[in-house]
């Protein structure tokens, strides 16, 4: 059983090129990432640029055989983000294959956001742009608002590294790579929530001063002060990666 989807707005000769799981995996392009399960092609189609994720396993421990299969999570997930408001790379196409009820074979395809860069990157190279106060606030409160919504729906991204963090250079921030991202509860979704922040200060303790980190947690929080569970929360927060890097 195979189910492929095409979105609406993909050009002509785009539908051609991802008309079915077959032609995708067929595709031919610049290598851009590769591991057990997946691989990740950049493609150029009638002079526009596309990446493409071929998944061969559905995902690792239980999900190899139950629950949604990696490359399904990660389209629903950056769909949701659209959904909520929430800037993320463009999903194209999509879909899986299934046989004798498995998992086989499964591709997402986003479209290329022109001009961007990984903030993982930014800090890799000592950008300049990551001393600059008003693009710092812009994008700082860019990405606090996409957050809050996030957990705001009981959602967590559980991969938010500066790694999956876009932005070009009028300092607008776009989210990718979610496949690990879903929804919890009560202290579970509190544990995440933790897990979500420290991935982001992980980085940021090393580029940005202490107040800069503390402006972005008030706008996450949208208050001007910090309260005796927001205290309670950074002590976690920094804590969590302890003897873990």
């Known amino acids: 059983m195979s189910g492929w989807q095409l979105a609406a707005e993909l050009p002509a000769a785009a ?3 991802f008309a079915d799981l077959d032609r995708v995996f067929a595709l031919d392009g610049e290598w851009v990432a590769e591991d057990q399960m997946s691989r990740v092609l950049r493609v150029e189609v009638a002079g526009l640029r596309y990446y493409v994720k071929q998944y061969w396993g559905a995902g690792k421990g239980l ?3 139950l629950g949604r299969p990696r490359v399904e999570a990660e389209w629903q997930n950056l769909r949701l983000f659209a959904q909520w408001g929430i800037p993320a790379a463009p999903v194209v196409a999509w879909g899986l294959e299934r046989r004798l009820g498995c ?22 190279n000592h950008d300049p742009r990551l001393r600059q106060r008003d693009w710092l606030d812009r994008v700082s409160r860019q990405l606090a608002e996409a957050t809050r919504l996030m957990h705001r729906h009981g959602f967590a991204h559980n991969d938010l590294k500066w790694r999956n963090l876009l932005v070009d250079q009028t300092g607008n921030l776009y989210l990718i790579d979610c496949p690990t991202g879903s929804f919890w509860w009560g202290p579970l979704l509190d544990y995440r929530i933790v897990k979500d922040l420290a991935c982001l200060d992980k980085v940021a303790k090393y580029h940005l001063s ?5 402006r972005f947690y008030l706008q996450y929080r949208g208050r001007e002060r910090l309260s005796a569970n927001d205290k309670r929360r950074l002590r976690k927060i920094l804590a969590f990666f302890e003897g873990r890097e």
């Open 210 to 214: 202490r107040s800069r980190r503390l």
């Open 15 to 17: 539908r051609e090129a």
């Open 63 to 65: 999900r190899r055989w």
């Open 103 to 124: 998992f086989a074979r499964g591709a997402l395809i986003t479209a290329e956001l022109a001009g961007t860069a990984d903030l993982a990157a930014l800090a890799r």
